[in-house]
């Protein structure tokens, strides 16, 4: 790997977001909103994530160890921040948009073995914080800014050389390109009744260690820091006042742009790099979209069959698609997560009941496959809204075909071998020009169906209705397909394949003929959906649990 080099990056100024004290404060958040903030300015932004763990990439991570996993219409495997980055900002992440330590050291060592370095000792410092440098600042399109998130928490051992490599970058790019934005707790300890800014002060001080000096200093509280508070800590740090910006606890994440605004951190960010501010900038859409949430006309409740549901985070981008589908009419959506085992064997299905529509989430393995399929299963007989993700239209398939089809011994072979696999392995598959092969023993980590795959629907179908198109284009992240072969049982019973991949070799989305709303697709919907854009899947499912809730 080359040296780092400034040359080729244009103009483009860079802000680094790190955070201190705990982790989970909002870094990703705090790093979209700016980034909306300074869209609303009239500037182009890019917004990246470091992070220090030593996995390659999140895809072979358990849901309960770090979320989501983010999947970009390139194919890569990304931190749960990608989406809040896409989602506020509208602006399409790619995989040059998240790089993790595995990844970093992987290619340093991949070159020291080919020789590259020339026989000479591979280090921390020059090489992976040159090779962490040329990620920063690679691929890049004359965007005005690039905003850079650090995962972890300052001060872990494993976020050093990530601290190292951004500390040169500011030094290698100057102030006039560079700024440090550092998010940190002030937590409230109620046995005295006081906010405590030590956690702060020691945080800050920890990034000073490193050689890094923030720039301006995010406080995250639940409760307004008073003014005397706030000289406090700007004092403690090197600060000036007005570059100490609380960051309250709000009762929705889309209010975060706005308070942010309030307090003038992207007119300070702007400033500090020789920047004017508008003096009002186009923030209309932000508060319309903060209005609906806070005074909807109308409520449902969506019951989301799920494996993690104990983790919420395992589902971020589902959970905010539906609250956009309750944006998009109006309409506030309460959440009921069901735990997927609850409906094991004769287990009872109470929860879903009194809800207005289900959700039949994505997920791997056994575990709670039977709880799917009798979710199905109940939105078929109850003429319940439904929508099945992924591994949820795949049971809700099984369901048609052991109910409706009279395939009584209708499986998958991800759960084991199976008389009539209805769910199967795909082993090779077209993308584009290219055909993708795999092996069922191969390796986990970037062997399925990943990124942007196109599917034609059928003219008259409800998924042309509802997208007002035949031809799409979703994201996928999944290693078992619906068998094209049962294609024609499964329609004679009434299950429609009306969306097929361009080649008919893959099923893409399912409906069911008579039922009100009962949809299936193979593909993730969520991901590609934004709170100013909600995707018509989930707009459309809203609507129908809004008529469902009309009808009980």
Known sequence: ???????????????????????????????AAIGALLQAHGYTVRVRKLDPYLNVDPGTMSPYEHGEVFVTDDGAETDLDLGHYERYTGVAAARSDNVTTGRIYSEVLAQERRGDYLGGTVQVVPHVTDAIKNFTTADLHGEDFVLCEIGGT???IEGLPF???????????????????????????????????????????????????????VCRCDRDIPEGLRRKIALSCNLKPEAVVQAVDVDTIYQVPLDY??????????????????????LDSWHEIVKRIRKPEGEVTVAIVGKYTGLHDAYKSLGEALHHGGIANNTRVKLEWVEADVFGGNGSVQALEDVDGILVPGGFGERGSDGKIRAARFARERRVPFFGICFGMQMAVIDAARELAGISTAGSSEFGPCKDPIVGLLTE?????????????????????????????????????????????????????????????????GLRFCGMSPDKALPEVVELEG???FVGVQFHPELKSRPFAPHPLFASFIAAALEQSRLV
């Open 1 to 31: 790997m080359p040296p780092f080099q400034c040359e080729g990056i244009g103009l483009t100024r860079f802000i680094f977001i790190t955070g201190g004290v705990v982790s989970s404060l909002g870094k990703g958040l705090t790093s």
């Open 154 to 156: 300052v001060g872990d």
């Open 163 to 217: 601290l190292e490599a951004i500390r040169q970058l500011g030094y290698d790019l100057g102030p006039d390109r560079s700024m440090f934005v550092h998010l940190t707790l002030v937590p409230y300890l109620s046995a005295v009744g006081e906010l405590k800014t030590k956690p702060t002060q020691h945080s800050v001080k920890e990034l000073q260690r490193v050689g890094i000096r923030p720039d301006i200093l």
């Open 261 to 282: 605004h309030q307090q003038g951190i992207e007119a300070q960010i702007l400033r500090y790099f020789g920047l004017e501010p508008k003096p009002d900038p186009d």
């Open 429 to 493: 598959w077209r993308q584009g020009d290219d055909v993708q092969r795999r092996q069922a023993g191969g390796n986990l980590g970037g062997t399925m169906r990943l990124g942007a795959y196109p599917a034609l629907l059928e003219k008259d179908s409800l998924a042309a209705k509802i997208y007002g198109t035949t031809k799409i284009s979703e994201r996928h992240r999944h290693r078992y397909e619906v068998n094209v072969n049962y294609k024609e049982q499964l329609e004679a019973a």
């Open 515 to 517: 039922h009100p709303w």
